[in-house]
């Protein structure tokens, strides 16, 4: 069973990575309350206790996300402010949400459409290193953190690419993103954007991160769908209303 001792060495590892490779100019956490440092790290505990099966090198860059994020934050407001006390879970664990739905196989390749700094992307590129994913969004200043993130994480699987949806061109296995937009309008955006064989255990389709009643958009979309309550899979009351939306393409 990881513990809180765990966490604190990865962050450890991590943070002498993290200024390797970036220059950080400050300590990772540094700048947090004592009370909200013992927070982020039972929160990255709760992580490693979901997936048991992580390697070091997982370990050490999921470690390592809060502070890259935390860097880049101070710059560009990537991520809301007020949710950087609860990075881990309400954006990384969020994200990793999907892979207790379908796990990528070795030479898949997922879209993220809308990825913002790089969610749901990078937590997954992490979990799914032989699989390839491709990051878009409209925002250049939000691709060049999802880009600086990669690379300081070594994540040889991830390209990032300032573009619209619609102007997209090749065949993934499986969109993801994290509640863009309705999705009947996704729906538009992505459609063809899919290939025709499918590999995983689900059909090749959308796998949409959205919170609370979804009948009425559901409904718009006139397609078959499934929900996944993440509450299932997690504990915490962030997961609650949560969902993954699944449409078969």
């Given amino acids: 069973m990881v513990n809180e001792s765990e966490a604190v060495w990865r962050v450890q590892e991590a943070n002498t990575k993290t200024r390797k490779n970036v220059k950080a100019d400050r300590v990772i956490f540094c700048n947090f309350e004592k009370h909200k440092l013992q927070n982020t790290l039972s929160d990255l505990t709760r992580i490693f206790q979901y997936f048991p099966g992580l390697t070091d090198t997982q370990q050490e860059q999921l470690a390592q996300l809060f502070s890259l994020y935390a ?39 997922v879209l993220d459409v809308g990825t913002g700094g790089g969610f749901p992307g990078i937590p997954l590129a992490i979990l799914f290193p032989e699989t390839q994913f491709h990051l878009v969004d409209s925002i250049g200043k939000k691709i060049m953190v999802v880009e600086a993130v990669a690379r300081a994480l070594a994540l040889k699987n991830v390209r990032a690419q300032q573009i619209r949806a619609e102007q997209v061109r090749g065949q993934y296995d499986f969109v993801v993103s994290r509640a863009v937009t309705r999705m009947k309008e996704f729906y538009g955006w992505v459609q063809g954007r899919v290939k025709r064989e499918s590999r995983h255990e689900l059909f090749n389709g959308i796998l949409y991160l959205k919170g609370g009643d979804l009948t009425a958009e559901m409904g718009e979309l006139r397609k078959p769908y499934s929900e996944y309550l993440l509450a299932s899979f997690f504990e915490e009351p962030f997961f609650e209303t949560k969902k993954v939306v699944y449409v078969p393409l």
């Fill in 71 to 109: 860097d880049w934050n101070a710059k560009i407001n990537v991520v809301s402010r007020k949710d950087m006390d609860h990075f881990y879970i309400n954006h990384v664990l969020h994200s990793l949400g999907i892979a207790k739905v379908v796990k990528f196989l070795p030479g898949a390749d």
